[in-house]
């Protein structure tokens, strides 16, 4: 390499040389990709094809970069006055590093979100660790960001004092910041306490601001839930460590679903609940755990019976419920209508319906 510079030292620029250097590493980033292109193409490997969706773009910019480096590095020490290109090379490396890292960090990501079984009944473990992973991520990545923008600056004598610092003075930035934006670290904490103990996870069924519905996103200082009717309703993730609410799925998505009757006192209870029990049979919504038909209350003119049965998931549980009501109320209309609810009045030989 030396004796290459000596040899274009006459006009004492390092231009060719640079590019020279770039198209090499064009060349070799080229010849790389492609090798991942047909490696994704010929087998089924997952790791390479997360490598081809999340990867090859950056090659293009960081095999050339350390190659223009290696050459701006080696020529700069030996003619100061094109320092500048070194720095300016070693700019664009340092940044292109970040990227890389970045982009490996997501295929990490992607490869253990990949080995998650979500298609189970009771996939509450696989959406568990598929919370702890995107959270892990987004926590590594502003750590990568904030180390490679520290890099780039003791990188520099003139600003070198700023990159340590960065580094070095973690705990008086923490009270300072703790000041200017005690909510947003308050939400940041907050995450991080979800993350661990997990009273969310992506895809739990929740009651929220009396709303039903399923966690879409649990980001660094909010969550997004995603309402029944398509409408999203979006909170700070305090909200979920301050304020109770109804969480379905916490340990398993099996659910109990519920449907509720008002009817007369004459209704002959174990009529309905042979007629339940046959529904239930007949349906693929019903899981086969548990079922019953019970008497729970009653009031001066009707009581009420619940109907229980079980369901794999809350969306079964929902529907099984729908089921129950419409089939259990078209069998008291057309077998037993005297045992919709009615109300009598003293004097009024009929009660008025």
Same mark, same amino acid.
């Given at each position: 390499m030396n004796d #290459?510079? +000596?040899?274009?030292?006459? *006009?004492?620029?390092?231009?060719?040389?640079?590019?020279?250097?770039?198209? $090499?590493?064009? &060349?070799?980033?080229?010849?790389? =990709?492609? &090798?991942?292109?047909?490696?994704?193409?010929? *087998? !089924?490997?997952?790791?390479?094809?997360?490598?081809?969706?999340?990867?090859?773009?950056?090659?293009? @910019? #960081?095999? %050339?970069?350390?190659?223009? /480096?290696?050459? /701006?590095?080696?020529?700069?020490?030996?003619?100061?006055?094109?320092?500048?290109?070194?720095?300016?090379? *070693?700019?664009?490396?340092?940044?292109?590093?970040?990227? $890389?890292?970045?982009?490996? =960090?997501?295929?990490? +990501?992607k490869?253990?979100? !990949? !080995?998650?079984? &979500? +298609? /189970? %009944?009771?996939?509450?473990q696989a959406r568990r660790l598929f919370t702890k992973i995107k959270f892990i991520k987004r926590i590594v990545v502003i750590l990568v960001i904030l180390v490679g923008v520290s890099i780039l600056l003791l990188s520099f004598e003139s600003v070198r004092q700023y990159g340590v610092g960065i580094l070095t003075s973690a705990g008086i930035a923490s009270v300072i910041i703790g @000041?200017?934006?005690?909510?947003?670290?308050?939400?940041?904490?907050?995450? =991080?306490?979800?993350? &661990?103990?997990?009273?969310? *996870?992506?895809?739990?069924?929740? =009651?929220?601001e009396g709303e039903w519905g399923r966690i879409e996103e649990i980001n660094l200082t909010y969550v997004v839930v995603n309402i029944w009717d398509l409408r999203r309703l979006v909170l700070p993730i305090t909200y979920f460590v301050d304020k109770p609410f109804q969480n379905w799925t916490r340990n398993e998505s099996n659910l109990l679903g519920v449907a509720f009757f008002h009817l007369n006192y004459d209704t002959p209870v174990q009529k309905l609940r042979d007629k339940l029990e046959e529904i239930l049979q007949n349906t693929p919504l019903w899981d086969g755990r548990s079922w019953a038909l019970q008497v729970t209350d009653t009031q001066e003119q009707y009581m009420i019976v619940r109907a229980l049965m079980s369901a794999r998931s809350s969306a079964q549980a929902f529907d099984l419920r729908c089921l129950v009501r419409e089939q259990l109320i078209e069998f008291i209309v057309r077998e037993i209508p005297s045992a919709l609810p009615s109300y009598r009045i003293q004097g009024v030989d009929k009660p008025i319906i």
């Open positions: #290459f510079l +000596e040899l274009l030292d006459y *006009k004492n620029t390092p231009w060719l040389t640079i590019l020279l250097a770039g198209l $090499l590493g064009i &060349f070799i980033s080229f010849a790389v =990709i492609q &090798f991942i292109r047909i490696t994704a193409s010929k *087998k !089924d490997w997952t790791i390479i094809k997360a490598v081809r969706q999340n990867l090859t773009n950056v090659l293009y @910019f #960081f095999i %050339p970069l350390v190659m223009v /480096t290696i050459v /701006t590095n080696t020529y700069s020490r030996q003619h100061a006055a094109y320092g500048w290109t070194h720095g300016i090379s *070693k700019i664009c490396l340092i940044a292109v590093s970040t990227w $890389l890292a970045v982009r490996i =960090i997501i295929i990490i +990501e490869l253990l979100i !990949d !080995d998650l079984d &979500f +298609e /189970t %009944p009771d996939n509450n @000041f200017a934006a005690q909510k947003s670290l308050s939400n940041l904490l907050a995450g =991080i306490q979800i993350a &661990f103990t997990q009273p969310i *996870k992506i895809d739990d069924v929740v =009651i929220v």
